[in-house]
């Protein structure tokens, strides 16, 4: 029996949250990459989505082993971000608006998951392991992409 607020909560909450983030950035990258004009921003988004999806499944799997099976992001924060970036793509589709877009992901994605960090503190280390490297992911990206701001 998992125990829901100890230690293995801790841990599937930690992993939901890694895994609905992850689900949202992946969402947000389909949403801009077919509008980025330069191939080597593309393919610096094409090999984000490729790293977060990796990372979906080694959280799924650990997930599995909790039986949960993850959580999807807020319907209201996606319609938003969805609204952001379709409003702001509509007015100056640049991937300048793009690397915007995405560094404010980045960026919330990267505040999120430091404060589940900091409020999930009996989680596992294979679970903060994950957030950790999820947290890289971001944070690179956000580096990456100021070349194009």
């Known amino acids: 029996m998992v125990d829901k607020n100890g230690a293995d909560g801790d841990t599937v909450k930690l992993l939901k949250e890694c895994d609905s983030g992850i689900k949202m950035g992946i969402s947000a990258i389909d949403d801009v990459i077919d509008d980025v004009k330069n191939s080597d921003f593309r393919n610096l988004l094409h090999d984000s989505k490729t790293q977060h999806e990796k990372l979906k499944d080694e959280i ?33 589709g640049t991937d300048s608006t793009v690397a915007d877009l995405i560094t404010d992901g980045c960026n919330m994605g990267v505040k999120s998951l ?11 280390e294979k679970s903060r392991d994950i957030t950790g490297r999820l947290v890289q992911i971001e944070d690179r990206l956000a580096t990456d992409v100021r070349q194009f701001l």
Do not use: F, I
Not at 68 to 74: A, F
Not at 114 to 124: I, M, P, T, V, W
């Open 114 to 124: 430091s404060r589940y960090l900091n409020q999930y503190k009996s989680a596992d």
């Open 60 to 92: 799924l799997v650990l997930l599995n082993e909790h039986n949960d099976e993850g959580k999807n992001p807020n319907p209201m924060a996606k319609g938003m971000s969805w609204m952001k970036t379709n409003m702001k793509m509509a007015v100056d």
